[in-house]
């Protein structure tokens, strides 16, 4: 469902002081796959998700998702394929419409536009069946302000509508990260929910390293904009925290030194 091959990006290239922040990045996931990914700021976990995304175009490699080439497509084109959740809840939505017209424009990803209604009897109905799954209440607010939401609802409609219409691949961006551990344990679970629901193939960015392994089915260390460790089956699921930053000190040769990483 992804293929990435030799993925290099090289940010103020042509300066005193380049910024290399992919290093030829080999990455195949199949379909179905819950990847998620763990490293310490700066290792380019971000960076990766924006270069599938086509927040920027990458310096060499090539990017396919299920069987096509998407390496030189705009990030709009790319849309109708992948789907995203950013880490502030304040993202992927639109603050000043409502609930169910952020659904329409979801639901419309990656098709042409013409003049119509944006949300008729059907749609409204399907919202509201889709927002009742959620168990928060928000079938009966479909006319509601967006802004008006709290930061795990708002998570939570952003997850459904980057799920709405199906994509190939989902990229979620630390997007429990801005929340209190309650909601993020609710959103998390509503992620678990959905992408099993659908079959979803995903790629997760995390700083919670118990997280990381507890979920999906593969987990990926990246650090210095490469992919240092790729663990899954049963090595995966007897793997402790300790484990995985034994395993960064025997492959650095050095201790893990990020405060946020280490304190989940």
Do not use: Y
Request: aromatic share 4%; net charge neutral.
């Amino acid at each position: 469902m992804l293929s990435l091959a030799g993925i290099s990006k090289t940010f103020n290239l042509d300066t005193p002081s380049p910024n290399p922040a992919l290093r030829g990045i080999d990455l195949h996931l199949e379909p179905g796959e819950f990847v998620t990914i763990i490293g310490s700021n700066g290792a380019g976990k971000s960076t990766l998700l924006n270069a599938i995304a086509g927040v920027f175009p990458i310096d060499s490699g090539r990017i396919v998702v299920d069987g096509q080439d998407i390496t030189n497509w705009p990030e709009h084109k790319r849309a109708s394929l992948i789907g995203r959740v950013f880490q502030d809840p304040m993202m992927g939505t639109a603050a000043s419409m409502s609930i169910e017209e952020n659904l329409a424009m979801a639901a419309k990803r990656g098709e042409r536009r013409g003049f119509a209604r944006g949300v008729n009897v059907n749609s409204r109905a399907r919202f509201r069946e889709m927002l009742a799954d959620l168990g928060l209440g928000l079938e009966n607010r479909l006319s509601d302000k967006v802004k008006l939401l709290s930061g795990g609802q708002r998570q939570s409609l952003t997850l459904l509508m980057a799920t709405i219409s199906r994509p190939k691949l989902l990229l979620l961006d630390e997007h429990t990260a801005a929340l209190d551990p309650k909601t993020a344990q609710q959103v998390a679970e509503l992620t678990n929910q959905i992408v099993k629901s659908a079959g979803l193939t995903v790629l997760m960015v995390t700083h919670n390293m118990e997280h990381a392994l507890n979920t999906g089915t593969r987990t990926v260390m990246m650090h210095e904009g490469q992919i240092i460790f790729d663990v899954s089956g049963d090595k995966r699921a007897k793997m402790t925290v300790a484990d995985l930053l034994n395993e960064f000190s025997r492959l650095r040769g050095e201790s893990l030194a990020d405060d946020r990483l280490l304190l989940g």
